[in-house]
């Protein structure tokens, strides 16, 4: 039995098979977690930054 040879070809080929799976599992799983359909703009920018009262008595202690 002789035993195949591993080319750098063939190890660059598959190298670059398995990053383009990488990328699709990643696309995937993003695509997954999109918003609902009933979600609407303002739903999802509740849970963003927000500019609150303790959120501006930090901003007037840090002022020099």
Do not use: W
């Not at 699709?24 to 739903?43: H, L, M, N």
Request: proline content about 3%; charged content about 20%.
């Amino acid at each position: 039995m002789s035993k195949p040879k591993l080319s750098r070809r063939t190890f660059l080929a598959t190298l670059g098979a398995g990053g383009a799976a990488a990328v699709a599992v990643v696309a995937a799983r993003q695509s997954a977690q999109a918003p609902a359909a009933g979600e609407t703009a303002k739903d999802r920018s509740q849970a963003g930054y927000q500019l609150t009262e303790h959120v501006r008595t930090y901003y007037r202690t840090t002022r020099v």
